[in-house]
């Protein structure tokens, strides 16, 4: 998978794609919770397979850290590490840009997945768009 920081609206377009189509047609979670505020200023993240959009992510840089949001793996696509990948990919542009933590609301179900990449959960947990999710970070090196 070839990850790109999004730098014209096409790169954007393929993101919110992958976007609307695990979260909001896979997990039914509202457009307008879905595309917010954020999108405007976060920095984002696709993953190709060839010319096919199959991953998608979203940066927030926030106060002293780097808020890891949005990441989604086409169904068909997932089983691949691309979600390690396009996480990696998130992290090593925050220590590029001088962070040292990362944070994320995990969806409950996937909060193994990020335990095994190195996050730690620090909150209880709590409803996000009708998912249960928990909070979690991690101290980048």
């Known amino acids: 998978m070839n990850i790109i920081k999004v ?27 879905e ?6 200023t976060a920095v984002h993240f696709v993953g190709y397979n060839g010319d096919q959009p199959i991953a998608a992510s979203r940066l927030r840089l926030v106060d002293d850290y780097g ?3 949005r990441i989604c ?3 068909e696509e ?6 390690v990948q396009i996480i990696h990919h998130m ?14 609301n995990a ?14 959960t620090i909150s209880g947990e709590f409803m996000d768009a009708g998912i249960p ?7 980048l090196s």
């Open 107 to 120: 969806q409950k179900h996937a909060e193994d997945f990020y335990k095994k990449i190195g996050y730690k």
């Open 7 to 33: 730098d014209h609206d096409k790169q954007l377009e393929d993101a919110y794609s992958v976007r609307q189509t695990v979260f909001i047609k896979e997990q039914n979670v509202p457009p307008d919770i």
């Open 35 to 40: 595309l917010d505020e954020h999108d405007q």
């Open 67 to 69: 808020k890891l949001e």
């Open 78 to 83: 997932r089983g691949k590490q691309y979600g």
């Open 91 to 104: 992290e090593s542009y925050l220590s590029e840009q001088g962070f040292k933590k990362s944070k994320l």
């Open 73 to 75: 793996v086409l169904k």
């Open 133 to 139: 999710h928990v909070t979690m970070v991690k101290e």
